[in-house]
């Protein structure tokens, strides 16, 4: 672990100002991927803050706390391409990329945390030259033996200006995800803009920070996720940078994601009145203000009163609980609304990827989802609680085996 694990930027990320708002905060976590094997159960695992600040310049939700990427991000696990519904996905966000923008046969596409370079498979498959570029060391050296030429690298200005001297100028550029992944969105903007051709466009995907409010989907706040983007404030951030956000989309991956389409100033496509659109709904809902996100924050500590008195009389009652899912954000549900080893016994998991290890910080072990089966909780409680509906039709045998599952947001359920 390097010297400084964790530091706070004092200025908004997008604009810079230093007027900003602690709008809430949600209780101190380790990394929310950190899960760790038996060997390592003795280990510290340090906690960081949650801060959640509103810029009163441009309206940016962030986390200041910067969390070292190296220890993020350097041994991520998570492959894309291992997912179906992912897969598909991509396979559309080609395809969209390709018809709405007509690159030229043969011109290059950069794709910035490719991962495993499921995304540029499909423009390669069009004839399209391809590069990724990734800071996972192991994934971007797959991708590459693969046939996907990747960097294993933290794109930035030095970058983009590297690419363009390697390869030339990029037609599309394409990023999922970094944008909220990154600290330092100037740099990446910057050398987005060094990097893209005249009629070059920048489209990249990012979660919204309107579902966040709307879907109360605050357990996607931690580490790794420092920034929660509405439009409204990258009008401006882009700007800035020489650059023009001409188009929004809403598109429902990861829960409510959002397309964001940029192009250098006087770039070759209209704005087309989808930015003007979301920012008035923005508005309407009032996420230009740090109020709004103050209330946000008291009705999850009234969501977290009555989870926890639910809990509070299934224990005083002898019955036994377990958790059922282990995705990164369990990590946040579980410390801010106190489910900690004392409440659910075990974690069942139908990925392979996480079972054998133990959650970040509180250790509870993961276990295959067959266990609910045989060791029998009372209760189960989703902790992946937005797959809430294909788990209980998965395992529809807990419940006439006399389980009941908890589903614990949006609201309080018992099924
Ligand atoms: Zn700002």
């Given at each position: 672990m390097?010297?400084?694990?964790c530091?706070r930027?004092?200025?908004?990320?997008?604009?810079?100002e230093?007027?900003?708002?602690?709008?809430?905060?949600?209780t101190p976590?380790p990394?929310?991927?950190?899960f760790?094997?038996?060997e390592?159960?003795?280990?510290?695992?340090?906690v960081f803050?949650?801060d959640?600040?509103?810029?009163e310049?441009?309206?940016?939700?962030?986390?200041?706390?910067?969390?070292?990427?190296?220890?993020?991000?350097r041994?991520?696990v998570?492959?894309?391409?291992?997912?179906?519904?992912?897969?598909?996905?991509?396979e559309d966000y080609?395809?969209?990329?390709?018809?709405?923008f007509k690159p030229e046969?043969?011109?290059l596409?950069?794709d910035?945390?490719?991962?495993?370079?499921?995304l540029?498979?499909?423009?390669e498959a069009?004839?399209?030259r391809?590069?990724?570029?990734d800071?996972?060391?192991?994934?971007?050296?797959?991708a590459?033996?693969?046939?996907?030429e990747t960097w294993?690298?933290f794109?930035?200005?030095?970058?983009g200006?590297?690419?363009?001297?390697?390869?030339g100028?990029?037609?599309?550029v394409?990023?999922?995800?970094?944008?909220?992944?990154?600290?330092?969105?100037?740099?990446?903007a910057?050398?987005?803009s060094?990097l893209?051709?005249e009629n070059?466009?920048?489209?990249?995907?990012?979660?919204?920070?309107?579902?966040?409010y709307?879907?109360?989907?605050?357990d996607?706040?931690?580490?790794?996720?420092?920034a929660y983007?509405?439009?409204?404030?990258?009008?401006?951030?882009?700007?800035?940078?020489g650059?023009?956000?001409f188009s929004?989309?809403?598109?429902g991956?990861h829960?409510?994601?959002?397309?964001?389409m940029?192009q250098?100033e006087d770039?070759?496509?209209?704005?087309d009145?989808?930015v003007e659109?979301?920012?008035?709904?923005?508005r309407?809902l009032?996420?230009?203000s740090?109020?709004?996100w103050?209330a946000?924050?008291?009705?999850?500590?009234?969501?977290?009163?009555?989870l926890?008195?639910?809990?509070?009389?299934?224990?005083s009652?002898?019955?036994?609980i377990?958790?059922?899912?282990?995705?990164a954000?369990?990590?946040?549900?579980m410390?801010?609304?106190?489910?900690g080893p004392e409440?659910?016994?075990?974690?069942a998991d139908?990925?392979?990827l996480k079972?054998?290890?133990?959650?970040?910080?509180?250790?509870i072990?993961?276990?295959?989802g067959?266990?609910?089966?045989?060791?029998?909780p009372?209760?189960v409680i989703?902790?992946a609680w937005?797959?809430?509906?294909?788990?209980?039709?998965a395992h529809?045998a807990f419940?006439?085996q006399?389980?009941?599952?908890i589903?614990?947001l949006?609201h309080?359920?018992?099924?």
């Amino acid at each position: 672990m390097s010297l400084n694990p964790c530091s706070r930027r004092q200025s908004c990320r997008l604009c810079g100002e230093s007027e900003l708002t602690l709008a809430f905060s949600l209780t101190p976590t380790p990394p929310a991927n950190a899960f760790v094997p038996e060997e390592q159960l003795g280990e510290d695992q340090p906690v960081f803050p949650l801060d959640l600040f509103f810029c009163e310049g441009c309206k940016h939700l962030q986390l200041l706390d910067v969390v070292d990427p190296e220890i993020l991000f350097r041994d991520y696990v998570y492959v894309s391409g291992t997912s179906v519904s992912f897969v598909k996905h991509f396979e559309d966000y080609a395809n969209y990329c390709i018809d709405r923008f007509k690159p030229e046969p043969g011109a290059l596409v950069v794709d910035i945390g490719s991962n495993d370079g499921t995304l540029l498979r499909f423009f390669e498959a069009s004839n399209y030259r391809v590069l990724g570029i990734d800071p996972a060391k192991k994934i971007a050296a797959e991708a590459t033996k693969n046939g996907i030429e990747t960097w294993a690298d933290f794109f930035d200005l030095a970058l983009g200006e590297r690419i363009l001297k390697e390869h030339g100028a990029a037609a599309i550029v394409t990023a999922n995800n970094v944008f909220a992944h990154a600290d330092d969105l100037a740099g990446i903007a910057d050398g987005v803009s060094a990097l893209l051709g005249e009629n070059g466009v920048f489209v990249f995907e990012v979660s919204y920070g309107l579902d966040v409010y709307e879907q109360t989907l605050f357990d996607t706040i931690y580490h790794e996720h420092l920034a929660y983007h509405t439009v409204l404030p990258l009008i401006g951030f882009f700007k800035s940078r020489g650059m023009e956000l001409f188009s929004v989309e809403h598109v429902g991956s990861h829960g409510g994601s959002i397309r964001c389409m940029v192009q250098p100033e006087d770039g070759a496509n209209a704005p087309d009145g989808s930015v003007e659109a979301a920012t008035a709904r923005e508005r309407e809902l009032g996420l230009d203000s740090a109020e709004t996100w103050i209330a946000y924050a008291e009705k999850i500590e009234v969501l977290k009163g009555d989870l926890n008195s639910l809990l509070a009389n299934i224990k005083s009652d002898g019955k036994t609980i377990a958790g059922f899912g282990a995705p990164a954000k369990a990590t946040t549900l579980m410390y801010h609304f106190g489910i900690g080893p004392e409440i659910i016994d075990f974690i069942a998991d139908d990925s392979p990827l996480k079972q054998n290890l133990y959650s970040p910080g509180l250790h509870i072990p993961v276990v295959a989802g067959e266990e609910i089966y045989t060791r029998k909780p009372d209760y189960v409680i989703i902790l992946a609680w937005n797959f809430a509906e294909p788990i209980m039709k998965a395992h529809a045998a807990f419940k006439e085996q006399g389980g009941k599952f908890i589903v614990p947001l949006p609201h309080l359920e018992i099924h």
